[in-house]
Structure formats: C-alpha cells, structure tokens
C-alpha cells in the first residue's frame, strides 16, 4: 500500500511527532507543539507551540514543513520510506529534514548535498 504523503505514527494524525516545525528556524532546536494550535497540511496534523508559529507556517507550509513529508531523508535518498524522527534534524539550505536516528544521521551527514540530490530524485518515484 501507498504511504502517505506526511509521516505520523500508526496511532495518530500528528505530524513531526508533534513537534513545532516553526521552532526549528526560529528557536534552533525541536519545541513541542500543542492541541492548541494545529493546522491540517497534506492531510496530516502539524502543532505549534505558539499562535504565532502556526500562522507562519499557514502562510507558507513549504518553507517550514519537513522535507519529503518528515520522512527520513537517508532512506528517501535511498529509495524507501522510512520514520523521521524529530529529534534526529538539520536545516540545510533554509529546509528542514529529518533522519531515522543518530546514526543514520550520522552517514546522511557523510554527504548532505549527495543525499539531498538523491533524495530529490527518489522522492518522486516513491511518494505516489
């Protein structure tokens, strides 16, 4: 079967594992979001942490949203979907995206912008 566009649990909707995708620009460092203030993207349920958040990311979703729909950018690059994890993310080139874990962190950045073109080319073959 297809996976959906946004990666969320098999338990719920939520996006980013509820993190705030704003706070990743604006506080450097993963924040969670709240019930409070949510928007639906792509089917999925992102959260904030703050009005002001949600509504920056209301306004442009493709600046704040994780890459390849939070999904693991190591894996899409390789092909394949797998979990991305909130705590496991970089912000390169004003995007964010999010890896497996540490270590796959850890060999995703042996060769970001090698990864990133893969991934840009994969994306599309698997996200139908």
Same mark, same amino acid.
Not at 48 to 53: D, E, L, Q, S
Not at 116 to 122: H, K, Q, R
């Given at each position: 079967?297809?996976?959906?566009?946004?990666?969320?649990?098999?338990?719920?909707? =939520?996006a980013?594992?509820?993190?705030?995708?704003?706070?990743?620009?604006?506080?450097?460092?993963? /924040?969670?979001?709240?019930?409070?203030?949510?928007? =639906?993207?792509?089917?999925?349920?992102f959260?904030?942490?703050?009005?002001? @958040?949600?509504?920056?990311?209301?306004?442009?979703?493709?600046?704040?949203?994780?890459?390849y729909?939070?999904?693991?950018?190591?894996? /899409?690059?390789?092909?394949?979907h797998?979990?991305?994890?909130?705590?496991?993310?970089? =912000?390169?080139?004003?995007?964010l995206y999010?890896?497996? @874990?540490?270590?796959?962190?850890?060999?995703?950045?042996?060769? /970001?912008?090698?990864f990133?073109?893969?991934?840009?080319?994969?994306w599309?073959? =698997? @996200?139908?």
């Open positions: 079967f297809a996976e959906p566009p946004v990666y969320t649990s098999a338990f719920d909707n =939520i980013v594992q509820g993190y705030d995708p704003v706070a990743y620009f604006k506080d450097g460092k993963p /924040v969670k979001g709240t019930k409070d203030f949510t928007v =639906i993207h792509d089917g999925a349920e959260r904030f942490a703050n009005a002001a @958040n949600r509504d920056a990311f209301k306004k442009d979703p493709a600046k704040y949203a994780p890459q729909g939070g999904y693991c950018a190591w894996a /899409v690059s390789q092909g394949y797998a979990k991305g994890d909130a705590k496991h993310w970089k =912000i390169v080139d004003g995007k999010l890896n497996y @874990n540490a270590s796959v962190q850890k060999k995703w950045e042996a060769d /970001v912008p090698g990133i073109s893969a991934a840009n080319t994969e599309p073959k =698997i @996200n139908k």
